[in-house]
């Protein structure tokens, strides 16, 4: 009886490791381990520095949000890919509120909010509630949030608020990360704002796509809507809720990546969008959705970036080398993808 | 609803008629280019004003603002071709298409200038540029087109890849460096031929309609894109291969990409890359979304969609007159993508036809008892 009990428990222990979201985050972080080691041989020893990875973070904090959000949406089964040019916008209202309306960081900041759920109701019910094909919806939102940035504001300036100037160049030390530089000085290692805020971000999702009915109803939705919507679920406000955490993620990144950059500019976080779809797909979400998980999506953007770094620094550092290198990855994996899902369909049958 | 129509046909009234033109589906683009052409008409008639006057190299052209509409226009609607067919058969869009112009015109400055970026003469004849690049771009087209159709990848992401690569890979091809064709006669293809006051763009883009309207004629490909788009797995039941459809779908489409590309680089005899057909897409599909096809796929109708192109062209031209920064013109576009797309999403349909029904039934009803 007992033996009986105790295989059935191993059995059903090995499906649970092997479901597509286990697999895919495995590869994911398996793929970040290798590239990490890789840059480590090739790249010397700069990346052996625990500041090296922390810089990793504070130059990608806010693609990890708009990541992080973008995870929801494609668990959802939609996707947005507006993110990228709300992010500029986002940027752009900021600088112009702070240095020529004499606004303050804390207005800013809600500024930042109000756009990103503006944005999020919007394409949110557009989506949810008119069944439009999200992609359509959400390239008009890039389109219109591309439009409104040049008619805010057509050329790039740095923000000069000096309350601003404070919260950008603030440093949080992390404890027992420094090192000693050649004259035998401790230097702290620090990270910037920006990326408590995103770890702060990825936690939040994190738990409640985990332990929350509203977050296993995004998976149940975009594994299924029928099926989904047989068991009592409301599909079409859990679609709308995701394009709301997504807009509103929108929202937080684009405050994140002003507080990196420090100005406003039209060509801010072009192609975000893309990178925000390829740290997702790399962190094995799902594009047919249902499938997905957010410390993937982590493990995705430190890949990607890691990726461009080595990249950089192999002296191929013309813009074209990185974009073409983010769109061979995010083929690959999603041909890894569609080699899994066309090998689950075959496990069906 | 049938007893309606019933009445509405024996009367043949005027309402019958307009019921009819409203239901056609070249009403919507129509419809729009007369509310452009009477805004325009109002805010300043001399839009319309065509002349004949001498061009640079000393020849008179036509010139206006129509002529540059419907010049600049050609390249919309031989894409819009494409595009069409692409829609019908997988159901969504292809976005890649600004940055593989990018890359065709590179393929063609790269074959004419060889490793020279400014040479005396062309290197080879532009009839060999344009094959080579009309085999590239299907090549890519034929790419996107492998990862719909048999990797089941959706469009819109699957077009993704090329949307950000395709620009880095133009520029890649020819080095990073802006080859500058000297030879004039590479610039009749984008401007004027000696001697000819009508652009050649919009003769290359008559030749691209009457190719697709001879192929939709003779050939299964309206038959056959439309019904894979509306259900894949029963046309293969009947013995329709979707995968094929799509990919012969995306290839035209590459096609369709190599002509314009040609076009966008013969107008200025050099190529920006990362300004090239910037923001094209969008154009593209909206002129289809604007010629009433569904965005999902299925039915499709030719004829609305170049239309649609023309219509676009047109209000981009309008929205130029009035001085608005062109960064700016595509906030104004995406707010009639949205107006279009809500119109004609299934919900909003339903609510409509619903509301209009409430409104006739007791018209017909009336109408009934007359006859």
Same mark, same amino acid.
């Given at each position: 009886?007992?033996?009986?009990?105790?295989?059935?428990?191993?059995?059903?222990?090995?499906?649970?490791?092997?479901?597509?979201?286990?697999?895919?985050?495995?590869?994911?972080?398996?793929?970040?381990?290798?590239?990490?080691?890789?840059?480590?041989?090739?790249?010397?020893?700069?990346?052996?520095?625990?500041?090296?990875?922390?810089?990793?973070? @504070?130059? @990608?904090?806010?693609?990890?949000?708009?990541?992080?959000?973008?995870?929801?949406?494609?668990?959802?089964?939609?996707?947005?890919?507006?993110?990228?040019?709300?992010?500029?916008?986002?940027?752009?209202?900021?600088?112009? #509120?702070?240095?020529?309306?004499?606004?303050?960081?804390?207005?800013?900041?809600?500024?930042?909010?109000?756009?990103?759920?503006?944005?999020?109701?919007?394409?949110?019910?557009?989506?949810?509630?008119?069944?439009?094909?999200?992609?359509?919806?959400?390239? +008009?939102?890039?389109?219109?949030?591309?439009?409104?940035?040049?008619?805010?504001?057509?050329?790039?300036? @740095?923000?000069?608020?000096?309350?601003?100037?404070?919260?950008?160049?603030?440093?949080?030390?992390?404890?027992?990360?420094?090192?000693?530089?050649?004259?035998?000085?401790?230097?702290?290692?620090?990270?910037?704002?920006?990326?408590?805020?995103?770890?702060?971000?990825?936690?939040?999702?994190?738990?409640?796509?985990?332990?929350?009915?509203?977050?296993?109803?995004?998976?149940?939705?975009?594994?299924?809507?029928?099926?989904?919507?047989?068991?009592?679920?409301?599909?079409?406000?859990?679609?709308?809720?995701? #394009?709301?955490?997504?807009?509103?993620?929108?929202?937080?990144?684009?405050?994140?990546?002003?507080? #990196?950059?420090?100005?406003?500019?039209?060509? #801010?976080?072009?192609?975000?969008?893309?990178?925000?779809?390829?740290?997702?797909?790399?962190?094995?979400?799902?594009?047919?959705?249902?499938?997905?998980?957010?410390?993937?999506?982590?493990?995705?953007?430190?890949?990607?970036?890691?990726?461009?770094?080595?990249? +950089?620094?192999?002296?191929?550092?013309?813009?074209?080398?990185? @974009?073409?290198?983010?769109?061979?990855?995010?083929?690959?994996?999603?041909?890894?993808?569609?080699?899994?899902?066309?090998?689950?369909?075959?496990?069906?049958? | 609803?049938?007893? $309606?129509?019933?009445? /509405?046909?024996?009367?043949?009234?005027?309402?019958?008629?307009?019921?009819?033109?409203?239901?056609? $589906?070249?009403?919507?683009?129509?419809?729009?280019?007369?509310?452009?052409?009477?805004?325009?008409?109002?805010?300043?008639?001399?839009?319309?004003? =065509?002349?004949?006057?001498?061009?640079?190299?000393?020849?008179?052209?036509?010139? *206006?603002?129509?002529?540059? =509409?419907?010049?600049?226009?050609?390249?919309?609607?031989?894409?819009?071709?494409?595009?069409?067919?692409?829609?019908?058969?997988?159901?969504? $869009?292809?976005?890649?298409? *600004?940055?593989?112009?990018?890359?065709?015109? !590179?393929?063609?400055?790269?074959?004419?200038?060889?490793?020279?970026?400014?040479?005396?003469?062309?290197?080879?004849?532009?009839?060999?540029?344009?094959?080579?690049?009309?085999?590239?771009?299907?090549?890519?087209?034929?790419?996107? *087109?492998?990862?719909?159709?048999?990797?089941?990848? $959706?469009?819109?992401?699957?077009?993704?890849?090329?949307?950000?690569?395709?620009?880095?890979?133009? %520029?890649?091809?020819?080095?990073?460096?802006?080859?500058?064709?000297?030879?004039?006669?590479? *610039?009749?293809?984008?401007?004027?031929?000696?001697?000819?006051? &009508?652009?050649?763009?919009?003769?290359?883009?008559?030749?691209?309609?009457?190719?697709?309207? /001879?192929?939709?004629?003779?050939?299964? /490909?309206?038959?056959?894109?439309?019904? &894979?788009?509306?259900?894949?797995?029963?046309?293969?039941?009947?013995?329709?291969?979707?995968?094929?459809?799509?990919?012969?779908?995306?290839?035209?489409?590459?096609?369709?990409?190599?002509?314009?590309?040609?076009?966008?680089?013969?107008?200025? !005899?050099?190529?920006?890359?990362?300004?090239?057909?910037?923001?094209?897409?969008?154009?593209?599909?909206?002129?289809?979304? /604007?010629?009433?096809?569904?965005?999902?796929?299925?039915?499709?109708?030719?004829?609305?969609?170049?239309?649609?192109?023309?219509?676009?062209?047109?209000?981009?031209?309008?929205?130029?007159?009035?001085?608005?920064? !062109?960064?700016?013109? !595509?906030?104004?576009? %995406?707010?009639?993508?949205?107006?279009?797309?809500?119109?004609?999403?299934?919900?909003?349909?339903?609510?409509?036809?619903?509301?209009?029904?409430?409104?006739?039934?007791?018209?017909?009803?009336?109408?009934?008892?007359?006859?």
């Amino acid at each position: 009886m007992s033996v009986n009990v105790s295989t059935g428990k191993k059995t059903l222990k090995n499906k649970v490791a092997l479901t597509d979201t286990n697999l895919l985050l495995f590869i994911t972080i398996g793929v970040f381990i290798v590239m990490y080691v890789c840059a480590i041989i090739f790249l010397g020893r700069g990346f052996t520095k625990p500041q090296a990875f922390f810089n990793i973070l @504070n130059e @990608n904090a806010s693609l990890i949000v708009l990541s992080c959000g973008m995870s929801v949406v494609m668990i959802s089964g939609g996707i947005d890919i507006s993110v990228g040019q709300v992010t500029a916008l986002v940027c752009m209202a900021c600088a112009v #509120h702070l240095d020529f309306q004499g606004g303050n960081v804390f207005t800013s900041m809600l500024i930042a909010l109000g756009i990103g759920l503006a944005f999020g109701l919007v394409q949110g019910f557009l989506v949810a509630y008119l069944e439009i094909q999200p992609f359509i919806v959400t390239l +008009a939102g890039l389109f219109f949030a591309k439009g409104m940035t040049t008619i805010i504001n057509a050329s790039q300036f @740095n923000v000069e608020n000096e309350q601003f100037k404070a919260l950008k160049s603030t440093e949080v030390p992390v404890p027992l990360m420094g090192s000693y530089n050649k004259l035998g000085d401790y230097i702290p290692a620090y990270v910037e704002v920006g990326v408590l805020v995103a770890i702060f971000v990825v936690i939040a999702l994190f738990v409640s796509l985990r332990w929350t009915k509203l977050g296993r109803n995004f998976y149940a939705v975009g594994g299924n809507s029928q099926s989904a919507n047989m068991l009592g679920i409301n599909v079409k406000f859990t679609k709308f809720m995701a #394009h709301l955490i997504c807009g509103l993620c929108a929202g937080i990144g684009g405050y994140v990546y002003f507080m #990196h950059v420090g100005s406003g500019s039209p060509s #801010h976080a072009a192609g975000a969008e893309m990178n925000a779809i390829a740290s997702s797909i790399i962190g094995g979400t799902m594009l047919t959705g249902g499938v997905g998980n957010i410390a993937g999506t982590f493990f995705g953007v430190l890949s990607l970036s890691t990726i461009k770094n080595i990249v +950089a620094s192999l002296g191929l550092d013309e813009a074209w080398w990185t @974009n073409i290198t983010v769109a061979a990855m995010l083929c690959i994996f999603l041909l890894v993808q569609s080699v899994i899902l066309a090998r689950k369909n075959k496990n069906k049958k | 609803m049938t007893t $309606q129509e019933n009445t /509405l046909k024996k009367k043949s009234s005027f309402k019958g008629i307009v019921g009819r033109l409203v239901q056609n $589906q070249l009403f919507i683009p129509i419809a729009a280019l007369l509310v452009l052409v009477l805004f325009n008409l109002i805010a300043d008639p001399s839009f319309f004003k =065509i002349s004949l006057a001498p061009s640079s190299e000393g020849y008179p052209v036509l010139s *206006g603002y129509l002529i540059t =509409i419907i010049d600049n226009a050609s390249e919309l609607a031989i894409l819009a071709i494409g595009m069409t067919l692409v829609t019908s058969a997988s159901g969504g $869009q292809d976005i890649s298409v *600004g940055s593989t112009i990018a890359i065709a015109g !590179s393929v063609v400055l790269r074959v004419l200038c060889g490793t020279d970026s400014r040479p005396e003469a062309m290197k080879a004849p532009i009839i060999v540029a344009f094959l080579i690049c009309i085999v590239v771009s299907a090549l890519f087209g034929a790419f996107n *087109g492998v990862l719909v159709a048999y990797f089941k990848i $959706q469009p819109m992401v699957a077009t993704l890849i090329l949307f950000t690569a395709g620009r880095s890979i133009a %520029a890649w091809i020819n080095n990073n460096e802006l080859p500058v064709i000297s030879d004039p006669s590479f *610039g009749y293809y984008g401007n004027f031929i000696p001697g000819c006051p &009508v652009p050649t763009p919009v003769f290359i883009a008559a030749a691209c309609m009457i190719v697709i309207a /001879l192929v939709l004629k003779f050939t299964n /490909l309206r038959l056959y894109s439309q019904s &894979v788009g509306i259900n894949p797995s029963s046309s293969r039941l009947n013995g329709i291969n979707p995968q094929t459809i799509k990919l012969i779908t995306f290839i035209i489409l590459g096609v369709c990409v190599a002509v314009a590309g040609f076009i966008k680089v013969s107008r200025l !005899s050099t190529i920006n890359y990362s300004v090239v057909a910037k923001d094209i897409e969008m154009d593209v599909i909206l002129a289809v979304a /604007l010629g009433g096809n569904a965005l999902s796929g299925g039915k499709f109708n030719m004829t609305a969609s170049i239309l649609g192109a023309y219509v676009i062209q047109f209000l981009t031209t309008t929205l130029f007159k009035f001085k608005v920064n !062109s960064a700016a013109i !595509s906030a104004y576009k %995406a707010v009639v993508v949205i107006i279009l797309v809500v119109l004609s999403a299934p919900f909003v349909r339903k609510k409509l036809i619903e509301l209009k029904n409430k409104i006739t039934a007791p018209k017909a009803q009336v109408g009934k008892e007359g006859v």
